[in-house]
């Protein structure tokens, strides 16, 4: 029997570089895991690689929160997908799903961000993978370098200092956190793969 290979893209926007150095992490994640092909997609407003992201087996969202929800110009390329993806026939349906998201805050309303992404991709008819970590630093024993510091179920967060570039920020534990959903998303759907063929 053949050996499996599956498409996952990295589909993310990124007004300062924080969130593209993020989606880096989940792009290396997902291709630590054998028979898996990454595609990293930067997104500026409408316009994507419809017929690329048709192929792919997973597309893992990403935008920076801004004002309390994704960029402008990451909404902007969710609400293309209505003509592309959504009304020409459900083209996205039983694709895996997955999040994650970049701000200055720790907090940063970056859940209001996973929660739209989240929604997107129930309306597209996918299948959402959440990040599958207990929170972390949340006690004496806990630290800044754990995996799941700021303490998020849905997706992968970062948190970037408002006054730092993207060659200090986000920090290590941030970045290790996006190669862990990046890894998960491409196992869920290897294991969905391989189901599919048996």
């Known amino acids: 029997m053949s050996e499996i290979r599956i498409q996952v893209a990295v589909v993310y926007h990124s007004g300062y570089g924080h969130t593209a150095k993020q989606a880096e992490a989940v792009a290396a994640g997902a291709r630590s895991v054998a028979g898996v092909d990454v595609q990293l997609v930067a997104v500026e407003g409408g316009d994507a690689p419809w017929e690329a992201l048709e192929r792919a087996d997973a597309i893992i969202f990403g935008a920076p929160t801004y004002m309390g929800g994704p960029s402008a110009q990451f909404k902007a390329f969710l609400d293309a997908t209505s003509q592309t993806v959504f009304a020409p026939g459900f083209k996205w349906k039983d694709k895996v799903a997955a999040g994650f998201s970049n701000s200055a805050s720790r907090s940063g309303d970056k859940l209001a961000t996973l929660i739209q992404i989240a929604l997107f991709a129930a309306q597209q008819g996918m ?14 024993a806990g630290s800044e370098e754990d995996l799941n510091r700021l303490g998020i179920w849905l997706g992968a967060g970062a948190q970037s200092n408002a006054d730092q570039g993207p060659d200090v920020a986000p920090p290590a534990s941030d970045l290790a956190t996006a190669r862990h959903l990046g890894q998960r ?6 294991q969905l793969a391989k189901g599919k063929t048996a």
């Open 127 to 140: 299948h959402w993978v959440s990040l599958g970590l207990p929170p972390a630093n949340n006690s004496t």
């Open 185 to 190: 998303v491409a196992a869920v759907t290897l």
